[in-house]
């Protein structure tokens, strides 16, 4: 390169292509060729790939000194919120690009897989080390541990075997369970869900206990709008009741008598779900979709279980929407808004007896109760692309997907804590039911609501409540009373417990 560049002129007539091997240009002033000219971009461009080789090279090393860890990520017990990252495969039209220089929304990077999976739970991002935005020609990694972690050899049967059928048997058990899909546009996330919807279908049918039914809802969210994907989009509306449950209005449920009615209905419902080609994915979803599959009891159509598999809608960066279309942008704004507000809600929960705002976006109104409520499991997939060229993007949902991690940490914490804000909807109402010598009874069927709900509860509200069910301002103040007094004799005698066992294991807390 020195001997191009003294051929063609001083480097600082260099016009260099930001990320990109630089390019030299022609001036009456230094007398360069057009064959000079040409001579030094071959040999930059060149070497730029000789550079994007060695990154490959770095990596497949790294893979090679590396083997299936013997430590497990962190404990996810039965109950907690469960985190899985999952990397796709390389597709037919990118294995071709590693190990060269490629053009990625603007500029020009060196295509190499970014991300290694070690089972079970470890998953690691090589990151080019950039120097004044020029590649250094170096790599350098960094670890993420997760509950549960799959490869790009790992098929759907593994990822279900793995962490869904345990969600299906629990509903067949009597309880709620959620799997929520999350990544970059493009990541795999429909095909996993799709996957996870199929295999799903088959278990519900096969362990469906005698007196039940099966019963589904389909619907999307949009922004602030929300459809009925069985019923030809009918436009939803959402509402809260009075202890605090998301309700979608309107929204119907059909009955599936069979397995093959279920699969049609499935079908049916996404097919029509909104979808638009982008730059990164020819049918990328424009909305998130959530299927819910309940039992009921086949006499008086109580609820017997249910499971809802989430398909969140992929996010995007500006690069990824440079041809986008205005329709296309608004709904990358609505995506991204409904995305950045789940995250604020994850970050929210990780602060004590902090305000969780749920209600600043429909897509979190929705998956309120997946998140807060102690009594639903929840299994949570990341979906990371494979290339360098998806960097951002991947390093953004390994982010979020740790802090994802964290707040499971903190649940498990409250479910081992078995105060008053642990109880769940039950077990509260018959508190109040018994509070005092019965003196609450007749508004005991008003608090529906679980211990963590009424913890961070405004005095105010429960008056409210109170005075709806017939009662006075009076009684909601002496069940305020009562429940935050116990709760913090609870809490400081769980705290009282933790420092006897930090004293006991030598003073580090119990942690590892």
Known sequence: ISRAMAAVGSPKSASPKIGGSPKFVGSPKTGRTPMQIAAANRLADSVSEVQAHELVRQVENWRATHTASSSAGPEAQAGAISVCIRKRPLLAHEAPTVGHRVAHGGIDVNEYECVSVIPPSQVFLHEEELKIGLSTGKVATKEFRVHRTFGDSEDNDAIYEAVVRQLVQFTLNGGTSCCVAYGQTGAGKTYTQTGMQE?????????????????????????????????????LVLREDAGGTVVVCGLQEVEVPTMEALRAALARGSTIRKTSATLVNDQSSRSHALCVMSLRDKETGAMRGAIRLVDLAGSERREDAMKHSQAQLAERKEINWGLGCLKECIRAQLVSQGHVPYRRSKLTMLLKECFTDSDIRTVFISHVAPLRSNMAHTRNTLDYTMQMVEVSRAEEERRKFVGPEAWGKKKFSNWVLTLDNGRFARLAPSFEITGKMFAVTWRGDVEKRCRAAGGSDADGNAIYDAFHALNAAAKKEAAKQRRAEA??????????
């Open 503 to 512: 004293a006991a294991g030598g003073g580090d807390g119990g942690r590892g």
């Open 199 to 235: 295999r799903a279908v088959a278990d519900l049918f096969h362990g469906l206990p005698a007196d039940c039914s099966v019963f589904l809802s389909y619907y999307e969210n949009c922004g602030t709008s929300c459809y009925d994907l069985l019923h030809d989009r009918e436009e």
